[in-house]
């Protein structure tokens, strides 16, 4: 049976949308919110929807409909998520977010706006 995303058909397009976004950047997807991959675990009380790895560097995806990337919760998940660094090398742990095409723009501001991290690669899907 296929996996339904909690939050809904957009949410779950959007994840699978992010899985391809990161293997074409190079990364191996150990863990996803999708069918084909086992969940991922909490960090730190908020769960990723994908974990992947390069060069034996993790990083994480997490997608967002319009409706809610701009919600306290998925501030704080964001917050909680970004900034991160691996903890035998220092390296930075970059977090894939993906949203709507029709709230991008407004993705981009509120990471401008609320965010000074580096580590947060946006995309549109």
């Given amino acids: 049976m296929p996996v339904v995303s ?3 058909p957009e949410h779950g397009r959007l994840v699978r949308t ?3 976004i990161m293997g074409r950047d190079g990364w191996q997807v150990s863990h996803a919110a999708a069918d084909g ?3 991922p675990s909490e960090v730190d009380g908020v ?3 994908v974990v992947a790895w390069k ?3 993790m990083s994480y995806g997490k997608a967002e409909t319009c409706e809610s990337f701009q919600s306290q919760r998925s501030i704080v998940q964001i917050r909680l998520l970004s ?3 691996m903890p035998n090398g220092g390296k930075s742990i970059p977090l894939y977010l993906i ?3 029709a709230c991008y723009r407004d993705l981009l ?3 401008d706006a609320a965010f000074s991290r580096r580590d947060i690669l946006a995309f549109s899907g």
């Fill in 6 to 8: 909690e939050e809904g």
């Fill in 18 to 20: 992010l899985v391809g």
């Fill in 37 to 39: 991959y086992d969940q």
């Fill in 47 to 49: 769960v990723p929807d």
């Fill in 55 to 57: 060069d034996g560097v």
């Fill in 83 to 85: 900034g991160r660094t």
């Fill in 99 to 101: 949203v709507p095409r």
């Fill in 109 to 111: 501001q509120t990471i």
